[in-house]
Structures are given as structure tokens and as C-alpha cells.
């Protein structure tokens, strides 16, 4: 079990309220699964472990999607990571398998898993059509995982996928450590999965919007919670200054009948919630976005060359809102990852502390002006 959320003590992050379950699969159709690998302890084996990590899956909807396609966008921030399939989604504006996270080392593993499962529910990929774009994004989970033994394969991927594809409709995500989140590190301290939704008013749409990020980024003296200057007076046990190294993954899920280009705009407003919890974007963080849309589904084999495709009539008035939600819903989204991370230990001692809730929760309710 993960530890409390920011709102089970109280906090709320902006102004516009979250969804039933403040989490991604607020945007209804959207699935989460995760699969995680925690074994063994002590000196690190490279290729045997210790082993932290995993992989965790996001679905637009539980359909074919190579034959179901979704409208998406993709953003770098910062360019220093190595994530698969980009390029194709920034060409074409579409997703056609679930967008996966995982470690640095296991993107290709994770990909390859997501092409097999691919070419099982299609036949004619590669015979009778083109091929398939798998989408994997990664954080390095090294510092305390086996990076090396690439622990990650067509066995996690497939219970992953299991694991989304069964989700209930009411089921909370599950936060901090698990799949893609497992080894990973936030502001010095234990990061991982975190998630969180926003909705609009009825006047601008009514829309959700959900994020989901892979935390592991940040240095402990640049922390914000809620605009506090955590970093000013909290360090972890041990701390030893050094250069910023660590990205994150963010993604975002909507319902609103966004393009590509639409997509484009809320990727780009995932920067700001990221900065308003401290990150600089240092030279050595890999910073990716990717978005999609469920309003429309775009068919593999479409029935004639035009069709009708809702599209937002106002988008000025629209994207207002959306962007609000992207900026609120991502600051959370990181908060909740470490909110929710349990301190581990991991290969040759390595220890990455949980935050100090209580002491940050008592110091946001003292006046701060």
C-alpha cells in the first residue's frame, strides 16, 4: 500500500477541482497498469540485481488500437533521454499501441513487447499494412537498480497490459513506488508513479484532463510544495550536493476534441507545472511529454477517404481552461509521486528517503504572508 495522497491531508494544488478519483482514468475509457520488480538486496551483480523497477502501461482505451487510433502530441523539454516512437506520433498526430514507461536501458525490451502484443491482435501488420509505432518513455532507475540486467521484458509488459486491461472503473491508481516509479528519485528524495485529474466548468467545455508522471528528477534544495520552499530547510539523511541528473515522464489524457496540434499546445503547458514544484531542467534531465485525446477514434481501415471529426468551434475559450488544468493537474500529479513513495534501499546500500510528510504539511499550514 502507498502512503497518503496531498489531498488526504488537506492540500489542494490551483483552483478548478479534480475528478472522482483525481488520476488520469478520470478521463473516461483510460486504463493504468503496472508491473514491478523488487528482489534481492545487498553489492550490485550486474545482470542479477539487486532489482528495483518495472514498467507501468497507459491505454486510451481497452480496443484494438492499432485499428482504433487516437489523436496525440508529443513534447521535449529536454532532450537527454532516449524514448521510442516519438518521432512517428510528432509526424502523423497518432497513437496506435499504449504509451509504456519503464527504465532507460529497458525501452527496447519494453518496445519489442509492445510489437508482439501488437502483431497477435493483428495479423496483417507487416503483410497487408505498415507497420506499428510502439511508444515507451524512461527515467534511469540506476541508482538503485540493476540497470544493467534489464529486468524488464515481454513478462512484465504482458502483465501490465493484464493489469490495465481488467482495471475496474473506481479503482485508484496505484502511486510511488510501482512499475515504471519503482527505482526511481525525486528532489533527492524517493519518487516514483504519481497521478491527478482537473475538471472544467460546464461553460468551458466540462472537460477532464488527467496526468500521469514518472518522477525522477530535481535536486532536494529546489523543492516546492504549494510554493513552499521545502528545499530551504528539508535535506535527506546523507545529502551530499551535486549536479542535477534525473527526468521525468509526464502524459496527459483528455476528452476534449483536441487535434494534434491542440495536443501540442497542452504538452507545452506541462513545463510550467513541472517548474512550479522547483525543477530547473538541468542539463543532464531528459523532460518528455506526450498527450491524446479520447473524443475520436481514427479507424486503420477507414470506410471512405473524408468522415465528420468533432472539433472545437472556440478554441481560445476552450484551451484556457485546458491549460489551467494541464499546469494544476501535473504539479499534484509530482506531489502525489512523492507523497506516495515509501523510502527503499537498493543496490550496495543505496537508500532513497521517503519525504517527511507530516513536517511539510505542518509547515503549509502556518501563515505564509
Avoid at 496531498?6 to 493504468?32: E, H, K
Avoid at 486503420?300 to 475559450?317: F, I, N
Wanted: with cysteine.
Amino acid at each position: 500500500m502507498s502512503r497518503p495522497r496531498l489531498r488526504d491531508y488537506g492540500l489542494a494544488i490551483g483552483q478548478l477541482p479534480s475528478g472522482p478519483r483525481n488520476a488520469i482514468t478520470d478521463v473516461l475509457g483510460v486504463r493504468v497498469g503496472h508491473a514491478t520488480r523488487i528482489q534481492g538486496e545487498g553489492p550490485l551483480r550486474p545482470g542479477e540485481g539487486p532489482v528495483r523497477t518495472g514498467v507501468t502501461l497507459i491505454l486510451p482505451h481497452t480496443g484494438n488500437l492499432f485499428r482504433e487510433k487516437v489523436r496525440a502530441s508529443v513534447h521535449t523539454i529536454n532532450g537527454f533521454g532516449k524514448p521510442c516512437g516519438f518521432e512517428e506520433v510528432r509526424e502523423l498526430g497518432v497513437l496506435e499501441t499504449p504509451i509504456a514507461l519503464t527504465n532507460t536501458l529497458n525501452v527496447f525490451r519494453v518496445a519489442d513487447a509492445l510489437v508482439t502484443d501488437a502483431l497477435a491482435q493483428n495479423p496483417e501488420i507487416g503483410v497487408r499494412t505498415s507497420s506499428v509505432n510502439p511508444v515507451v518513455g524512461e527515467c534511469n532507475d540506476g541508482y538503485l537498480n540493476d540497470i544493467r540486467g534489464r529486468h524488464v521484458g515481454a513478462a512484465q509488459v504482458a502483465a501490465a497490459l493484464d493489469d490495465a486491461r481488467s482495471g475496474q472503473a473506481g479503482l485508484p491508481v496505484l502511486e510511488g513506488n510501482v512499475g515504471a516509479g519503482t527505482g526511481t528519485s525525486c528532489f533527492g528524495w524517493k519518487g516514483g508513479v504519481g497521478t491527478a485529474s482537473r475538471v472544467l466548468p460546464t461553460e468551458a467545455g466540462g472537460w477532464t484532463v488527467g496526468a500521469l508522471v514518472q518522477s525522477n528528477f530535481g535536486r532536494p534544495e529546489q523543492l516546492l510544495v504549494d510554493g513552499l520552499p521545502v528545499g530551504r530547510f528539508l535535506r535527506p539523511p546523507g545529502y551530499r550536493p551535486q549536479p542535477e541528473r534525473g527526468s521525468i515522464m509526464v502524459v496527459l489524457a483528455t476528452d476534449a476534441p483536441l487535434t494534434a496540434r491542440q495536443l501540442h499546445r497542452l504538452c507545452v503547458r506541462a513545463g510550467a507545472g513541472i517548474a512550479r514544484t522547483g525543477s530547473h531542467f538541468g542539463h543532464g534531465s531528459g523532460d518528455f511529454v506526450i498527450a491524446f485525446s479520447t473524443a475520436h477514434r481514427i479507424q486503420h481501415w477507414p470506410p471512405g477517404l473524408t468522415g465528420p471529426v468533432p472539433a472545437l468551434a472556440d478554441e481560445p475559450r476552450a484551451m484556457r481552461g485546458l491549460f489551467s488544468g494541464v499546469v494544476e493537474a501535473v504539479e499534484e500529479a509530482i506531489l502525489n509521486s512523492l507523497f506516495a513513495a515509501e523510502t527503499m534501499v537498493g543496490r550496495d546500500g543505496h537508500v532513497r528517503y521517503a519525504l517527511p510528510l507530516e513536517e511539510i504539511v505542518e509547515r503549509l499550514g502556518r501563515p505564509r504572508w
